[in-house]
T-cell receptor, first 114, second 115 residues
């Protein structure tokens, strides 16, 4: 079984400041890792994913994440945030062997202040 | 590409009635679709996995007779909430797994309100 823990429920940050949203996972098997963003009353949009290869993954909108196997983490970072980045962010994991079933973290609300 | 639509985007129904929600992959084939439920300010809870041409697999605690799922084609899955009650009010989101890919594409969600 897998589980995902997003360590911060809310992250307030000023515009143009850097941000890191933390994600830790637990799994007894190899995993794929994902970060999704959700704007109010909308579905989820994929920011980035780690399947294999380089542990530093770059995504859309200037976001990147680093897979750390020893620490079982997949933290999301952006060097300079915009007001438009205000949204809910979800980290998710799926095992490499199944049909794509995702296990989501609890979500982190990123609040970008002017 | 890789667009998933849901219809309706919102619906209000009376207690005891049934509501059908459609999930369509518009430009790709999806052998597997997933249905999630999301309560306000909470994460997504997987309800069931829908495979084209076979019965859906429900997660523990999800009533299969209440939440009927049909995946009749490679581009369409439906979720029917039968005999809806106010506690079924929620945001329902579907996703579609693109064939030969590990990436899920999510629909925009359907807001169900049962009065």
């Amino acid at each position: 079984a897998q589980s995902v823990t997003q360590l911060d429920s809310q992250v307030p940050v000023f515009e143009e400041a850097p941000v890191e949203l933390r994600c830790n996972y637990s799994s007894s098997v190899s995993v794929y890792l994902f970060w999704y963003v959700q704007y109010p009353n909308q579905g989820l949009q994929l920011l980035l994913k780690y399947l294999s290869g380089s542990t530093l993954v770059k995504g859309i909108n200037g976001f990147e994440a680093e897979f750390n196997k020893s620490q079982t983490s997949f933290h999301l970072r952006k060097p300079s945030v915009h007001i438009s980045d205000t949204a809910e962010y979800f980290c998710a994991v799926s095992s490499t062997g199944n049909t794509g079933k995702l296990i989501f973290g609890q979500g982190t609300t990123l609040q970008v202040k002017p | 590409g890789a667009v998933v639509s849901q219809h309706p985007s919102w619906v209000i129904c009376k207690s005891g009635t049934s509501v059908k929600i459609e999930c369509r992959s518009l430009d790709f084939q999806a052998t597997t679709m997933f249905w999630y439920r999301q309560f306000p300010k909470q994460s997504l809870m997987l309800m069931a996995t829908s495979n084209e041409g076979s019965k859906a697999t429900y997660e523990q605690g999800v009533e299969k007779d209440k939440f009927l799922i049909n995946h009749a084609s490679l581009t369409l899955s439906t979720l029917t909430v039968t005999s809806a009650h106010p506690e079924d009010s929620s945001f329902y989101i579907c996703s579609a797994l693109q064939r030969f890919s590990y990436e899920q594409y999510f629909g925009p969600g359907t807001r169900l309100t049962v009065t």
